[in-house]
């Protein structure tokens, strides 16, 4: 028979593997015919022995990957009926392959597999049931704070060789990391700095620099990444949900800077474009303004005349001349008046220039107004989908390993 009860539970990582530490105390009772004895006749029930002076099975477990370095105990108990009691413990380091897909949320399954090395007519037997041997280690585990020993499985199996059939028993140790570290050092931060981003949608950019508060934000999140790298596992044959969960935050900060970039280039230079096309100012300015909330802008009653400067009246000459100076030359007067005319000209074009401009001005600010409105929309159902999704592969990641 082989019971074990699990004392401490600690770690380290190497790669894809997790090296498991596990101090425990493992019990064999074997039984040696002909070691029998009366008890009354004898006056005992119980002798202790030393270890080399009686055979006691080669047990081994097979995961066992480093130097034994188990207290050693030289006494084994005999009893009259010739069951021997070997009871000592051992210092277990163990490989463990990590399934890092949910991590920090992950449960791994280790397994420690008891059998004998050379004698194959062993027959390995579980002397109590893992419900008994999960409350027995429950009230003696010590770990090292990140797992918890959450279950304990076992199960039977029989090693097929030439020379016979090696029978081993096998413990399935369920741990389950505690996440606590990991959520406030890393998942925390990472959602502030992207509720920090969905807000800056909320500064003007015609006033403020937002493109600059974005390039802040993404530079603290790339040193926030480079310091906290430690503490993320190292990538094997699948990538870490939680590594998808940094690559959407970051790449949602850039596009949410690129958008930054197109709208402020849109409203500050709207000037030096040319008047909207017809086809953009209806999909925006009437059907998109809808969608996003903002009322379209109410045409106003004043009506502007403009004179056309081509326009001339013909008047015949002989007639102005009788008219103005009938009888001599030309008054300074007139020349003034000529002059004046010129100016008020050239006043008039460059009033229609600045209504012009003025309006095609306006209407390009409020294509910018309309499209960011929009983007921080998508921005916001973006975040929304893609954290309700990692967070419902966690959640069911972890109800079906359960």
Not at 188 to 194: A, D, K, T, W
Not at 254 to 278: D, G, K, M, W
Not at 293 to 304: D, F, G, H, L, Q
Request: glycine share 4%; hydrophobic share 45%.
């Amino acid at each position: 028979m082989c019971d074990i009860f699990t004392c401490s539970i600690s770690n380290s990582v190497y790669d894809v593997y997790k090296l498991v530490q596990v101090i425990m105390l493992c019990i064999l009772l074997s039984c040696i015919a002909g070691l029998s004895w009366d008890e009354k006749e004898c006056g005992a029930e119980r002798v202790s022995i030393l270890r080399e002076k009686i055979w006691v099975p080669d047990v081994q477990i097979s995961e066992f990957i480093d130097e034994d370095k188990s207290p050693k105990t030289p006494y084994v108990y005999l009893d009259n009926t010739g069951h021997v009691y070997d009871d000592k413990p051992l210092r277990v380091v163990s490989s463990c392959q990590l399934g890092i897909y949910n991590f920090p949320f992950d449960i791994q399954n280790c397994s420690l597999t008891f059998g004998s090395y050379l004698h194959f007519d062993i027959m390995m037997i579980a002397g109590n049931t893992t419900k008994e041997i999960l409350q027995e280690s429950s009230k003696v585990i010590v770990n090292n704070g990140e797992w918890e020993l959450a279950d304990i499985g076992l199960g039977h199996s029989t090693l097929g060789l030439n020379a016979g059939d090696y029978s081993e028993i096998k413990y399935y140790l369920i741990l389950r990391r505690r996440p606590t570290v990991y959520v406030v050092n890393l998942l925390v931060p990472s959602c502030f700095l992207i509720t920090v981003d969905l807000f800056s949608f909320l500064l003007p950019p015609q006033t403020i620099d937002r493109s600059s508060f974005k390039m802040t934000l993404i530079l603290g999140y790339t040193v926030f990444l480079l310091i906290m790298n430690d503490l993320l596992p190292v990538t094997g044959e699948t990538t870490p949900l939680i590594n998808v969960f940094f690559s959407i935050s970051l790449a949602l900060m850039v596009t949410s800077l690129l958008e930054t970039v197109f709208i402020t280039n849109i409203q500050c230079s709207s000037t030096r474009y040319n008047a909207v096309p017809h086809w953009l100012s209806v999909l925006v300015l009437r059907y998109l303004a809808v969608v996003v909330c903002i009322p379209p802008k109410k045409k106003s009653n004043r009506v502007t005349l403009f004179l056309n400067p081509s326009f001339t009246v013909k008047i015949p000459c002989s007639s102005v001349q009788a008219q103005v100076n009938p009888t001599g030359p030309p008054e300074p007067a007139l020349d003034e008046l000529k002059k004046l005319s010129s100016d008020l000209k050239a006043i008039r074009l460059e009033v229609d220039k600045y209504f012009q401009v003025s309006k095609t001005s306006e209407e390009w600010n409020m294509i910018g107004i309309i499209i960011d409105r929009l983007l921080f929309g998508l921005y916001i159902v973006f975040i929304v989908v893609s954290f309700i999704t990692i967070t419902s592969i966690w959640i069911w990641n972890n109800t079906y390993a359960a």
